[in-house]
DNA sequence: TACTTCTTTAAGCAAATACTTAAATAATAA
DNA sequence: TTATTATTTAAGTATTTGCTTAAAGAAGTA
């Protein structure tokens, strides 16, 4: 890993850089992938359908857009995008296909949605 | 609040429907501002520079360019959308500027990051 | 004053996002 | 089979995003 450090400051303390640098590097993929779920749940449309997902247990499109009084091929947008990042998962039942979180998931999602709703009795 | 409910299953139960639309009504302020606050770290170089800044209390924009590899401009414009979110603030200490974390939003993403040591720990 | 350093701002652009409408699947019912 | 319903997929498009380079502020130094 070559280091280029291009502030001249008197404070910059480089071994500070450093340390940064290289916990950084260690923990990459983890960055990679939180980021990537929060960019997710950094949608209102998303967030909403993930808060309902976890309140109720399961959802389907059809509901969804119903509630979020959208098209159904956009909330299915939505839904295939969260899908994709191994949020949730799908179980058939005769035409209508209900998404659930995935138990590995579910912490942070607990954790914003009790943000939320901090919010809303602050507020 | 006009109700077009355009889903004809059987199982479709209204009232739950109703319920759930009522419920996101009276949250709507909160899912727009956390949704705001996790489109802002649900990129991966503003949510390094959001943990830079948690673990080393404060950092100016110079240094996280360094640490990052990223050239200064890109890291300011990613600044400027974290401080117009109002999830830091600024101290001058003569040509430097040093951003830290305000106390209001330090809750949330001590949990994020919390969540991202824990995905290290078991990786 | 002029010069350097740290930082922000502005303009430009390629890529990503979030919708729309239309078409294609998949399952059920007539 | 045909028709209906729930869902997904594809194509098109306007907006947003995240960088780049160049220019402009702001503060310290010679």
Known sequence: MKLEITCTRAEAN????????????SMDINFKKMSKLLSIAGNEVRLKILYL??????????D????????????SQHIRKIK??????????GQTLYYSLNSDETMLFESIFKSIELIKKIA
């Open 14 to 25: 480089h071994k500070q850089l450093l340390n940064c640098m290289s916990t950084l590097a």
């Open 53 to 62: 997902i976890e309140e109720e247990g399961e959802m389907c499109p059809c």
């Open 84 to 93: 994709d990042a191994g949020i949730i998962t799908s179980r058939r039942d």
């Open 64 to 75: 969804l857009a119903d509630i979020l009084k959208m098209s159904v091929p956009a909330i």
